[in-house]
């Protein structure tokens, strides 16, 4: 069973930076890709970024490439995902989730990956 807790959402206005944070509470960290997805309100829960087990391989949802960077560090079981340049359009509920790194799969839907966290809050003003 993994347990992914997120942090680090507020509000901000548009141009600012923020950090998220997903800690997982599992034996082997290491074990598992991760990747953000993101629900805005009334509207279906979307891909923003993956990254591999081992932190080699990354991917973006185009919305986000450029702004946004997805790491880990697999010493302290951490996922993160720094966020520049916010604008209106990237406020939403933000989740982690994870899934087995010898899942095969298409890594940009949510049913790929089995475990979730409860989200963090990231609003944007204008």
């Known amino acids: 069973q993994v347990q992914l807790v997120e942090s680090g959402g507020g509000f901000v206005q548009a141009g600012d930076s923020l950090r998220l944070s997903c800690t997982a509470s599992?034996?082997?960290?290491?074990?598992?890709?991760m990747a953000w997805f993101r629900q805005a309100m009334g509207k279906e829960r979307e891909f923003v970024a993956n990254i591999g087990s081992r932190g080699g391989l990354t991917n973006y949802a185009d919305s986000v490439k450029g702004r946004f960077t997805i790491s880990r560090d697999n010493t302290k079981n951490t996922l993160s995902l720094q966020m520049n340049s916010l604008k209106p359009e990237d406020t939403a509920e933000y989740y982690c989730?994870?899934?087995?790194?010898?899942?095969?799969?298409?890594?940009?839907?949510?049913?790929?990956?089995?475990?979730w966290g409860q989200g963090t809050q990231v609003t944007v003003s204008s």
């Open positions: 599992v034996d082997t960290f290491s074990n598992f890709a």
């Open positions: 989730a994870a899934a087995n790194y010898k899942r095969n799969g298409d890594k940009t839907r949510s049913g790929f990956y089995d475990y």
